[in-house]
């Protein structure tokens, strides 16, 4: 009785550090070294990536600039679209800081 107490405590000991060493691999917490998180940053799909993001944030802002010239916008709408027009400007910074390292 007590033996297969341990095996099964052992068996559901070494599952758990399976699934935990997989999910946390997964998530890239473990596992990943820095060079690789280096070569990353530095591909050429990453950078065109951040470009593009930047000429659509771009373009969303000129678009809602364009909806904030009309009068007959409400005061909520108005609010609504200059909020986005800020959260687009603060993604265009953070990628052009991300393109800058």
Not at 30 to 49: H, P
Not at 59 to 71: H, P, Q, Y
Request: hydrophobic fraction near 50%; avoid cysteine.
């Amino acid at each position: 009785m007590t033996t297969t107490k341990v095996v099964f405590g052992v068996i559901a000991a070494v599952l758990l550090i399976a699934v935990l060493g997989f999910t946390l691999n997964s998530l890239g917490i473990i596992g990943t070294t820095v060079v690789e998180r280096e070569v990353f940053e530095a591909s050429y799909q990453r950078q065109a990536g951040l470009k593009d993001a930047i000429a659509q944030d771009k373009a969303v802002i000129e678009e809602i600039e364009r909806k904030l010239l009309s009068r007959e916008l409400d005061e909520n709408t108005r609010r609504a679209l200059e909020a986005q027009a800020a959260a687009a400007r603060i993604r265009i910074r953070t990628n052009q800081a991300k393109l800058a390292r």
